[in-house]
């Protein structure tokens, strides 16, 4: 799913398209893509696009007449830019919104239609659409430690929970971790003050680091292959691979549709966490220590 260095970084490319033009017309591919009746999306046609403003991990384009649409990419949806009055031909292709300039296609992979677009009116209606989590970029320690200790839970569960953080998922949460030499698996309730500092300090590095590189290039060329498995990532991504801080092999856990990478040796004092699928398979025997992981792949 594009989280929130993505969603910029197609925000960047768009500004330069898209901002003072028309929206001439939006072309529904797929009629399950729009969520929402009032305003009618005929309101949106020959408005010009006033604003781009992220909304968590959407895409909120601000029209004339205080009207806005509202994009969720999802986990498969994706943004292309194409010639004006672009064809949509093919089963992924499920909507365009057409400009003078040009056609922002969007396209989904996969058979499950999960992608959304809403119509709304006003700051209040953004706010419907919009899960509430605050901004970390523009947070500060004391409301970061306040949003993530609301519950107890898993460091990794609640920073990807969009109620308390907007814009972090999976891979730049791994990432975040990994620079904060943190546990997965952690508490939130048992992180001590020196726990918490790395982890804020990490959590605004990393989400800097990665949207300056994002949308300087996406001020180069639209981000037509937006991915959650980028070169010069930590551990997202790299199971199998060499930590890039200490060299051990980046491990995993795997849940649903999902997978937490992390390095055992920087992040968990060299325990090994339990896959549910295989330590259910294992049980006794799961490895506990990196080495009894290694002894067990030679056998």
């Known amino acids: 799913m594009p989280e929130l260095p993505d969603i910029a970084a197609y925000i960047t490319a768009l500004e330069s398209r898209v901002l003072g033009q028309a929206l001439e017309k939006v072309r529904l591919q797929s009629p399950f893509l729009l969520r929402t009746v009032d305003p009618p999306l005929e309101d949106t046609e020959g408005r010009v696009v006033r604003e781009l403003r992220r909304v968590g991990k959407r895409i909120a384009f601000g029209l004339e007449n205080d009207i806005w649409l509202v994009l969720h990419l999802m986990i498969a949806g994706r943004l292309h830019w194409k010639a004006p009055n672009a064809k949509l031909n093919g089963r992924q292709n499920l909507a365009a919104l057409d400009f003078p300039n040009g056609s922002l296609v969007l396209t989904e992979a996969g058979s499950k239609r999960r992608a959304s677009?809403?119509?709304?009116?006003?700051?209040?209606?953004?706010?419907?659409?919009?899960?509430g989590?605050?901004?970390?970029?523009?947070?500060?320690?004391?409301?970061?430690?306040?949003?993530?200790t609301s519950e107890n839970r898993t460091l990794k569960r609640a920073l990807t929970d969009p109620r308390l953080l907007s814009g972090v998922g999976n891979a730049y949460s791994d990432e975040i971790l990994h620079a904060a030499q943190l546990s997965p698996i952690a508490q939130t309730h048992k992180l001590k003050p020196d726990e918490w500092e790395r982890l804020f300090k990490a959590?605004?590095?990393?989400?800097?680091?990665?949207?300056?590189?994002?949308?300087?290039?996406?001020?180069?060329?639209?981000p037509e292959k937006v991915t959650a498995f980028r070169?010069?990532?930590?551990?997202?991504?790299?199971?199998?691979?060499?930590?890039?801080?200490?060299?051990?092999?980046?491990?995993?856990?795997r849940y649903a549709d999902n997978e937490t990478n992390y390095c055992a040796r920087c992040q968990t004092g060299g325990k090994v966490l339990a896959d549910r699928s295989l330590s259910r398979l294992l049980g006794s025997d799961w490895p506990r220590t990196m080495e009894e992981l290694e002894a067990l792949t030679r056998r």
């Open 231 to 253: 070169d010069g990532m930590a551990v997202h991504g790299r199971y199998g691979k060499p930590c890039l801080r200490c060299g051990d092999k980046v491990l995993r856990i």
């Open 117 to 131: 677009l809403h119509v709304v009116r006003g700051e209040q209606g953004l706010q419907a659409v919009d899960p």
């Open 203 to 222: 959590a605004y590095g990393t989400l800097e680091l990665w949207i300056d590189r994002l949308r300087t290039e996406a001020r180069e060329r639209f």
């Open 133 to 148: 989590g605050i901004e970390i970029l523009s947070s500060d320690l004391e409301s970061f430690r306040a949003a993530l």
